[in-house]
């Protein structure tokens, strides 16, 4: 095969994958990420009707990262043996049923437990999508394909914010509108569930949508790349807990969802006090922060890949975030603090496709372990965010306190990004792993 030809089948191959594999990832994880967050519209309601305070919210929004952080690597290990389509189309019809379980709470405790067990049945699907998309995407077009993948986050807020508003208008029968929108955002994860193991094809070897000298440049591909990239150990597991390199990835990525789902989760709440407005406006007015947070990532993944850097998209972008939650803390008028809270929010968002192309190439071939551990730890930062806004919230009634916490874990992620930059050869020889 001649260069060019090489070339050409390569672009191809490339193309197919976003245009078969990616859409069809992309519509999964709009229904994860709607399901974790249309708790912040259903808030609207339940506060008053069930008499929790916002203390009690916060430490609910959040403890959903508890379940996440402890079944998240033994899940990840289970879809190894398991495999992608039979393990992930049991954790969606698991989590759909557990979230339409949400109407029956009926105070703090019953609470917490339905969304630690909404975060235990969810833990596994983020890292496997991720280990999913290593198997399948070459590292040239990996941040672009995360990035794609990622913008579900921003656009299951633009498309589940009015939606939730409009659900919170809905009283029909013995139920309030946020026991419907429970139920009703949950079927299309039971519903995928069964979807899921029909139509997604578990490696490159199996997808009778790829030619076979698209399959075989992309095999050869794949096994290139991983053939120079760093093995952690025979026991994933302990080799990933004790390496040093992830550790500080996942620091890394400990400020991406602490600002993520702290601002988030608690953008209905701001919209909703500090506008005024009702249920439908309210989820209208939401849509503006994921549209302007989906714009944002896409660029930077496009520009990372264009450019072949990591690091210093990762640093800019958290610390871009961490200057919009400052300008939001101190601003005294609606506008200004939205306006905050996005650039807050398109800061880590953005991110993420640098982040996971820079991680995945780092912690080596086999990284199902490691990929998990990064995750789960990062991610408790999605327990500190939405808690600590709740904290200070039902301390002074203000969201300054939180969003300054959180800006400042934003910064700390980015200095550490560019610690990993410009210090990656002592940092290597130091970690060994």
């Not at 650039?343 to 199902?368: C, D, E, K, N």
Request: with cysteine.
């Amino acid at each position: 095969m001649t260069t060019a030809t090489e070339a050409d089948v390569g672009h191809r191959t490339i193309r197919k994958l976003f245009g078969r594999l990616l859409p069809f990832l992309f519509l999964l994880y709009i229904v994860s990420y709607l399901d974790r967050i249309n708790v912040g519209f259903a808030k609207l309601q339940m506060q008053d009707r069930l008499g929790l305070d916002e203390r009690v919210f916060g430490t609910g929004f959040g403890i959903f990262f508890a379940g996440y952080f402890f079944f998240q690597v033994p899940s990840n290990l289970l879809l190894e043996r398991v495999g992608v389509r039979r393990w992930i189309a049991g954790l969606m019809i698991i989590w759909g049923l557990v979230s339409c379980s949400m109407i029956f709470t009926r105070g703090a405790i019953s609470f917490y437990v339905l969304r630690f067990l909404l975060g235990a049945a969810e833990a596994g699907f983020f890292p496997g999508m991720i280990l999913y998309m290593k198997r399948w995407f070459p590292s040239s077009a990996r941040a672009r394909a995360v990035a794609w993948f990622m913008t579900a986050n921003p656009l299951a807020g633009v498309i589940g914010s009015p939606i939730s508003g409009v659900l919170l208008t809905l009283h029909s029968g013995p139920l309030a509108g946020w026991q419907w929108l429970f139920i009703l955002e949950a079927l299309p994860a039971i519903i995928l569930g069964f979807v899921v193991y029909s139509v997604l094809p578990e490696h490159p070897r199996t997808a009778t949508w790829l030619s076979e000298s698209e399959r075989l440049w992309l095999l050869e591909k794949l096994e290139q790349e991983s053939s120079h990239e760093t093995p952690l150990a025979t026991n994933e597991l302990i080799a990933a807990l004790g390496s040093l390199r992830i550790w500080i990835l996942a620091l890394v990525y400990f400020g991406l969802p602490t600002c993520m789902y702290g601002v988030t989760l608690w953008l209905p709440s701001a919209i909703h006090s500090l506008a005024g407005m009702g249920y439908v406006a309210t989820g209208t007015v939401a849509t503006v922060p994921f549209i302007f947070t989906t714009i944002a990532m896409v660029f930077a993944g496009m520009h990372s890949d264009h450019s072949q850097e990591r690091c210093r998209h990762t640093a800019l972008a958290a610390l871009a975030g961490a200057a919009g939650l400052v300008i939001a803390a101190y601003s005294h008028t609606p506008a200004w603090v939205i306006s905050g809270m996005t650039l807050g929010m398109a800061g880590a968002q953005s991110m993420a496709g640098p982040f996971w192309a820079m991680a995945t190439v780092q912690i080596g071939a086999r990284a199902a372990a490691g990929i998990a551990v990064i995750n789960s730890v990062g991610n408790l930062g999605g327990y500190l965010g939405p808690y600590i806004i709740g904290l200070f919230r039902s301390v002074n009634g203000q969201f300054r306190g939180g969003l300054l916490v959180i800006g400042v874990v934003m910064a700390i992620s980015g200095c550490l990004a560019l610690l990993v930059g410009s210090k990656s050869e002592k940092i290597q020889s130091a970690i060994g792993s």
